[in-house]
């Protein structure tokens, strides 16, 4: 298991681009199990998380052509057929270590009528059921059991039937996970507080290219007319915009000067609004962002999150640590998940002064963290304990990366390739 070292205190300057989005990417590798033919995917991150969908997309029968499991021999573009698929079925330990696994229910129950999934269980940040979900899939028909764990899913023998959704709570891969069954199911399908994240569009648009009919792209009502088949298409996964915002929040954080390359900055508009009135220049040129800041001279700015447009849950960890150094005192709120704030307890091991009160903590800035040994506990946690410890004076250890890695992109190259000095060492 690898661990990072990271002496702080370097400032960023240069250049860097965003790779594509871990949240379009899954639910797009979802999709090919919709096809008759081949989905092409281009602008394919290295990530943990996408070698276990494509794990799973081979288990079931499937072929996914994407880069090899040691990391070696990248290629950009993965080639996902899966009209070989015989077993529709997630098992627990592919689901357990990526609850996005659930995503392979839709399609399964639209394209084959039966799916097996295994019960993704709670994690660090929160209980996350699929309850929403099955009851959407359920209004088209759909009939569930739970044994052993599993999910036993099936379609009525003529397929699923289009059906007036709608959602009591926004959610995301749920908004996917029945958008994909739709676009096969018969007749129409409406989702009323359809999840507006970006990736949900990004999903909905590759689904056209493949053939489907899909009105009301990127609101929250989305119209579905079911089609019988959809066909091979070639689609360019979006560019990630947490990981664009984390890399504001590495330059916030440092101080100094950097270029991020590739990013879609209308996806941005509330992150980048925030680091602006927190103190950070954010010059977009020419579709390239250059953010700027100098150390010691952020203010404090209060942030809660909410589902898009609002501020992401998923850059709250990396805002928070942010603040730990601006001057004054911000109130950060969590609304999507109740037990997202595991970084706190590590921060405070640097010297950030947090305090936490249910959903809310309150960070008071402080002028200088120090470098101390660290655990990771999610994914954007390891972010915000990276940034944190490459502002802080002195060198820390921060142990279980395999988070940083399920979902980031060689953030810790990236963040070298500016200035940083991460030393990734092997440990047992
Ligand atoms: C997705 C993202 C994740 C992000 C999150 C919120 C992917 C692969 N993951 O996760 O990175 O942090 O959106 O933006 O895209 N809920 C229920 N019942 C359900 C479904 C959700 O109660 O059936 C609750 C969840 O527990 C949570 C909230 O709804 O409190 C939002 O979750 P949701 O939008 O579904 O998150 P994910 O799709 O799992």
Known sequence: MDKLLVEGGAPLSGTVRVSGAKNAALPLMAASILADGPLTLTNIPRLGDLRTMGRLLGYMGGRAELYPENGGGYREEALLDMSSLDKPEAPHDLVKTMRASSLVLGPLLARHGRAKVSLPGGCAIGVRPIDLHLKALAAMGAEFDLTGGD?????????LVGADIRFDSVTVTGT??????AVLAKGKTVIRNAAREPEVADTARALVAM????SGIESDELEIEGVDSLKAASHAVMPDRIEAGTLI??????????TIKGARLNDLAVVMGKFTEAGVFLRAENGDLTVEAHRGLLSAVNVTTGPYPGFPT???AQFLATMATAKGASIITETIFENRFMHVAELRRLGADVTLEGRTAVVKGVERLSGAPLTASDLRASASLILAAMAAKGTSEI???Y??????????EKLN?????????KAD
């Open 314 to 316: 998923d850059m709250q």
């Open 211 to 214: 053939g489907a009919k899909i």
């Open 417 to 425: 390739g500016l200035g940083a000095k991460i030393k990734r060492v």
């Open 399 to 401: 142990t279980r990366v």
């Open 249 to 258: 929040s590495a330059v916030a954080m440092t101080g100094g000067r950097a």
């Open 403 to 412: 988070h940083l890695d399920r979902g980031y992109d060689r953030l810790d």
């Open 151 to 159: 999910i036993v899913g099936r379609a009525p023998k003529d397929g």
């Open 176 to 181: 996917e996970n029945v958008l994909m069954a």
